[in-house]
């Protein structure tokens, strides 16, 4: 099939880069986002890999359908990009909420995986936390995606590298400020929800967890939580990175996960 770059399908605002016929690798962003997140890796990664990266739903140029999202459906607009790609497996790298996703791909549909990348996620929501959600859910209901900047900007970068970084720090606030509030609920109220830990110990393909070391919004004990329950995972921490890992240790970040896609794609 030959396809535009960039193009929408169902709704959903997917890019292309990298070579026809390479293996295929898809990115999954953070919540209030979009995929633009993944810059700094594609131009790394392409040179090697099919690079499918989509805005979320609700996320950059993707519609924001209307009623509750949860993490089967979420998985299955991969599989139906996928379809339509006629992509019948792919590599599949998730951050945060992104990861989020990956572990529900990875339960509903093993099959079509060659590879999975947990990043700075977590597996499970728990009560204690639950009201911090609906803090965020009421608060951009009421004065939109304004009142998300300052906390997640807080959450995501380490107080050095917002210092140093100001550059970068408005270009993910941007992003934050663009977000689709509909779809921020949304998916927000999908995460309150969260619950596949206990699950993992099912997953079944070539998994690569990667922790930020200073990640206050997916603590390490998390990310170690994750790799211990699934079989054979492979752990990786990243020194110096909140829980953007991806951005503030962008050279890292793509040489650690590409360096694992490459051993399992390119064998």
Same mark, same amino acid.
């Given at each position: 099939?030959?396809?535009?770059?960039?193009?929408?399908?169902?709704?959903?605002?997917?890019?292309?880069?990298?070579?026809?016929?390479?293996?295929?690798?898809?990115?999954?962003?953070?919540?209030?986002?979009?995929?633009?997140?993944?810059?700094?890796?594609?131009?790394?990664? !392409?040179?090697?890999?099919?690079?499918?990266?989509?805005?979320?739903?609700?996320?950059?140029?993707?519609?924001?359908?209307?009623?509750?999202?949860?993490?089967?459906?979420?998985?299955?607009?991969?599989?139906?990009? /996928?379809?339509?790609?006629?992509?019948?497996?792919? =590599?599949?790298?998730?951050? !945060? &909420?992104?990861?989020?996703?990956?572990?529900?791909?990875? &339960?509903?549909?093993?099959? %079509?995986?060659? =590879?999975?990348?947990?990043?700075?996620?977590?597996?499970?929501?728990?009560? =204690?936390?639950?009201?911090?959600?609906?803090?965020?859910?009421?608060?951009?209901?009421?004065?939109?995606?304004?009142?998300?900047?300052?906390?997640?900007?807080?959450?995501?970068?380490?107080?050095?590298?917002?210092?140093?970084?100001? &550059?970068?720090?408005?270009?993910?606030?941007?992003?934050?400020?663009?977000?689709?509030?509909?779809?921020?609920?949304?998916?927000? %109220?999908?995460?309150?929800?969260?619950?596949?830990?206990?699950?993992?110990?099912?997953?079944?393909?070539?998994?690569?967890?990667?922790?930020?070391?200073?990640?206050?919004?997916?603590? /390490?004990?998390?990310?170690?939580?994750?790799?211990?329950?699934?079989?054979?995972?492979?752990?990786?921490?990243?020194?110096?990175?909140?829980?953007?890992?991806?951005?503030?240790?962008?050279?890292?970040?793509?040489?650690?996960?590409?360096?694992?896609?490459?051993?399992?794609?390119?064998?």
């Amino acid at each position: 099939m030959s396809l535009a770059n960039e193009f929408t399908h169902n709704g959903t605002h997917v890019r292309i880069d990298g070579p026809a016929g390479a293996p295929v690798v898809v990115l999954a962003h953070a919540l209030a986002t979009d995929l633009s997140f993944w810059d700094l890796q594609v131009a790394v990664w !392409s040179r090697f890999f099919r690079v499918v990266r989509y805005d979320l739903r609700g996320h950059g140029q993707s519609k924001a359908p209307e009623g509750v999202y949860g993490f089967d459906q979420m998985a299955d607009d991969v599989t139906g990009l /996928l379809d339509f790609l006629k992509a019948d497996k792919a =590599a599949f790298v998730g951050l !945060s &909420l992104g990861g989020m996703i990956g572990q529900a791909l990875a &339960l509903r549909a093993p099959q %079509r995986l060659t =590879a999975l990348v947990l990043a700075e996620t977590n597996a499970r929501t728990p009560d =204690a936390l639950k009201g911090m959600w609906q803090q965020r859910i009421a608060g951009a209901t009421a004065g939109g995606m304004e009142t998300q900047i300052e906390g997640s900007l807080a959450r995501w970068f380490t107080p050095d590298y917002r210092l140093k970084s100001p &550059l970068t720090v408005e270009w993910i606030t941007g992003l934050i400020r663009q977000t689709q509030t509909a779809g921020f609920v949304a998916c927000c %109220r999908a995460i309150e929800n969260l619950d596949f830990l206990d699950r993992l110990t099912a997953v079944s393909v070539p998994t690569l967890v990667v922790a930020g070391a200073d990640d206050q919004a997916a603590p /390490l004990a998390n990310l170690q939580g994750i790799a211990a329950r699934i079989p054979g995972s492979t752990f990786v921490k990243i020194a110096g990175a909140a829980h953007l890992g991806n951005i503030e240790q962008a050279s890292v970040f793509s040489e650690d996960v590409g360096g694992f896609l490459k051993a399992q794609l390119l064998r």
